[in-house]
Every structure is written in C-alpha cells, then in structure tokens.
C-alpha cells in the first residue's frame, strides 16, 4: 500500500486470499502494490505476475513475483504479460480506475482460455460509519482507507455486478466483509460478536460491509 508516498507492508487481503481456488497455479494480481497478496501466493506455490504503478512497489514486490510490470491500468493490461491465467485479484483497484472497460475486457481474454476466475474487492462507501459522516454533511477524502483521496469511482454490490456482467463476466458470489456495531459483546463475548457480524453483513451488506468482494468467471 502506497499512502503519500510511503509504502507499507501488511500480510495481504484475507478474505480474497482465501477465494483463490486452491487449484489456482498461475495467478495475476492487479495492483499488487508491494506484494502482500503476491507473497501469500507465492508461498502456497503459486506463480504470480504483478501490475503496479510505482518503481518503489515494484522493488519491494519482485521477490514475490515471476514479474511484475509498471503499467497504468487505464489503458488496460500490458502487453508483456505472459500466457493465460488460472486466477486474477483486483484487491481494491477498480476504484482507482476511472474508466475499467479496458482493463476488464483484457482480463476476459487472459481468463477466458483457463475459464479463470476473477477475484474483485472494493471499498463500500454506504457503510455505516461513512453513513453517519454523510448524514452530518461530510464528503471529506484523506490519505488512505475507505476515503482515500485516489478513489475516483464508488460501486455498491449491485453496481459492481452490473459492471461485470456488462463486460462478459458471470458473477458467481457477491458478499460484504464487515462488522455489526455492538463493542461491549465484541469484548465480552468475541464468539458471539463473530456470529452476529456474519449475519448482519450477509444480511445488509450496503450497510454493514466495509469491503465488498465479487467472485466471478468470463462468459465464452
């Protein structure tokens, strides 16, 4: 993660790692950043390709990588890449791009020869929290997290579906990953709490979701 102009290292996007399917050899991360999902891949024997747009990101995510390639996501994927791909990860990447067609349509064809799956996480602008900011007249960006002053576009569960599907990808799962507000039970009785986050962000995933996760596969 790149956060005015520091890089921080962190163990990778739980929720999509665990999505990858187990049979998945070679796999694109779309955004790597500086490698966290690539080195979670890399030590479950998976070949990963990286696409990032910082010299400094690439550096730190070569290790983890067969290659990794600075590349503007705006116009889509490089050209360079090699072969097909069982599995590509966009972990919070689609909002940084302002117009994704391109780069959709491109991964239909890198995931099509493999009937790959694409795994997306995005950020929920209608969560709670961001919610109650909107509803006292807030609007305001910041460095990093949900609003991250490089976001440029907002998606709720429904409009990423549509998205994907537009663009020739059937959606097999759209979830949140989230929480339920209730901190005494959290810290009284984590098991409980665990339960009620999971049937509350199932159950509301606008409201209760800070990340949305897609899993889809392209439409041949």
């Known amino acids: 993660m790149n956060v005015a102009g520091k890089i921080y290292k962190n163990s990778g996007n739980g929720p999509v790692l665990a999505r990858v399917p187990s049979g998945a050899r070679v796999v694109l991360d779309v955004g790597c950043g ?11 024997g998976c070949v990963v390709d990286g696409i ?118 059937q959606v097999l799962d759209a979830i949140g990953e989230g929480n339920f507000p209730h901190w005494p039970l959290r810290l009284l009785w984590p098991s409980a709490a665990r339960r009620i986050d999971r049937f509350a962000t199932a159950k509301f995933p606008g409201l209760f979701a800070w990340q949305l996760l897609l899993v889809a596969r392209p439409r041949v």
């Open 34 to 44: 500086a490698g966290d999902n690539a080195r979670a891949l890399h030590a479950l």
């Open 52 to 169: 990032t747009l910082s010299e400094q990101e690439a550096v730190l995510a070569r290790p983890a990588c067969r290659a990794v390639h600075i590349f503007n996501l705006e116009q889509g994927l490089p050209e360079g890449l090699a072969g097909d791909y069982d599995c590509a990860i966009c972990s919070h990447v689609l909002e940084h791009v302002c117009w994704p067609e391109s780069l959709l349509a491109d991964l239909h064809k890198k995931l099509a020869q493999k009937a790959g799956c694409l795994i997306i996480a995005l950020p929920n602008v209608f969560y709670y929290r961001q919610r109650w900011q909107l509803l006292r007249g807030r609007f305001d960006y910041a460095e990093s997290g949900l609003m991250d002053n490089t976001h440029f576009r907002w998606y709720s569960l429904d409009s990423a579906r549509q998205l994907l599907e537009k663009n020739q990808f």
